[in-house]
């Protein structure tokens, strides 16, 4: 056993800290193996969520545990701590770690991988701390799920008419991949549930989609983001382009065309920004508040430091003067990149650019709906939603959950959906503390 192995920390465990070391554990299995080289990860969650299936699980077509990858279990050669990184002293090769449940310690490192990804992007709208919710963490798909479906059981079960139409109003800000398929897949839901309520219909439930730019769906182009707007239009949506959220205080929901009417669920997804820990620390950072990444992925001007994904400011080398976009499919390649560069400097080997030109995108817009550009080649409806579901099952990581939601696509053919919504598992121990406190 090696006593002075090189230590590599990995500050995250989503996208590219999972995919990361999964390459990790296969390019240096033999240092690994003989003690020369340990991994820590360090992250909040134990878990890797697959993100591009949150709107799927929101709307209950995939298991929320099915959407989400175990880290101890694929990262078997790893220690994975579970808490926040609040301060990377690169100077001193040591970061201070504040474990989710314990006392705040320093953790040395040789080598540092940045992966901690994003957070929500917000505005200072009066109200939204209060009165809104993300769409990042399978933790906010599954409470909206349950948001929606209650709030259907509160309108059929009220006769205050004001109360009903704040019910089933339901607000998303943000035209990008994340808002768009979140309310398509939830307003696609809500139809499926309204028909088991006497006194409401399609008609009644109002969706609202509130972009501030003159599109949706940029990343598919601006013939199939107007074929989008003009699908959901037809559904019944209403798609207020060049329209910002001002106010949504007590959920009074102000746009900035003049209109306002109330809501009870008014959904933020209207961009995200890098992690507040490239903030905590001595690595450089861009114009955009990034940590300031080379071609190689390494962070600029230092050694021994890598930085991947939606925290660092990657050069696209088939664009220049311009940055890798902060999307999964950066991502995952980043991964692979960075970790075959960092088994190329612990062997003294010349590293390599992280070179990737952008194929396109697709995206969900309900059952058997999509829209697709991927190689100029552009899809819409079922042709889209199958590829749709086809490259993000090709993505998911582990056999495992591959299997798993397969599985529940499957039994979505033969079985409609469930329509129930949960919402005690949010609040557990409310029925015990009124019957402890009667």
């Not at 820590?40 to 077509?61: D, I, K, R």
């Not at 059981?153 to 205050?160: F, I, K, N, Y």
């Not at 980043?334 to 970790?339: C, G, N, P, T």
């Not at 995206?363 to 709906?369: I, P, R, S, V, W």
Request: glycine share 8%; aromatic share 6%; hydrophobic share 40%.
């Amino acid at each position: 056993m090696n006593r002075n192995p090189k230590h590599v920390v990995v500050v995250g465990g989503g996208y590219v800290g999972l995919y990361t070391v999964l390459r990790l554990q296969h390019t240096l299995r033999n240092e690994l193996r003989d003690g020369s080289v340990r991994i820590t990860v360090l992250t909040p969650e134990s878990y890797m969520t697959y993100q591009p299936f949150l709107p799927e699980a929101a709307a209950g077509n995939i298991s929320p545990r099915h959407v989400v990858v175990p880290l101890r279990r694929v990262l078997k050669k790893a220690t994975i701590l579970n808490g926040k990184v609040t301060k990377v002293d690169h100077a001193s090769k040591k970061v201070t770690f504040a474990p989710n449940v314990g006392t705040e310690h320093e953790i040395g490192y040789d080598i540092i991988v940045m992966a901690a990804g994003s957070i929500s992007r917000t505005l200072p709208v009066p109200g939204l701390a209060d009165a809104a919710i993300g769409f990042k963490t399978i933790g906010e798909a599954t409470a909206l799920r349950n948001r929606v479906l209650a709030l259907l059981d509160r309108a059929e079960s009220d006769d205050d008419e004001a109360l009903r139409r704040r019910a089933l109003t339901f607000v998303v800000v943000g035209g990008g991949f994340a808002g768009v398929e979140a309310l398509a897949e939830l307003e696609d839901m809500s139809l499926d549930a309204v028909r088991y309520y006497r006194s409401i219909t399609r008609d009644d439930i109002r969706w609202v989609l509130v972009e501030a730019t003159d599109r949706i769906l940029p990343e598919v182009g601006p013939e199939m983001g107007k074929w989008t707007a003009e699908q959901l239009r037809e559904r019944g949506v209403e798609i207020k382009l060049g329209t910002r959220l001002e106010s949504c205080v007590g959920g009074h929901v102000k746009l900035s065309d003049g209109e306002e009417f109330e809501s009870a669920t008014i959904v933020w997804t209207a961009g995200v920004k890098p992690s507040p820990v490239v903030n905590a620390g001595d690595l450089p950072l861009d114009e955009r508040g990034r940590i300031k990444t080379t071609t190689r992925l390494t962070v600029a001007g230092v050694q021994d430091a890598y930085a991947a994904g939606d925290v660092a400011g990657v050069p696209d080398v088939t664009n220049p003067g311009q940055y890798c976009a902060p999307n999964a499919q950066h991502a995952v390649r980043q991964a692979k990149v960075l970790a075959d560069n960092l088994t190329r400097q612990l062997r003294g080997q010349q590293l390599v650019d992280y070179r990737h030109k952008y194929v396109g995108a697709v995206a969900g817009l309900g059952l058997y709906k999509g829209v697709a550009n991927v190689y100029g080649l552009k899809l819409r409806g079922m042709p889209a939603w199958f590829m749709h579901r086809t490259y993000h099952m090709s993505r998911i990581p582990t056999f495992n959950r591959k299997v798993r939601v397969v599985a529940d696509w499957t039994l979505a053919l033969f079985f409609k959906r469930e329509t129930v919504s949960l919402r005690e598992i949010h609040e557990p121990r409310t029925e015990f503390r009124e019957a402890a406190t009667t």
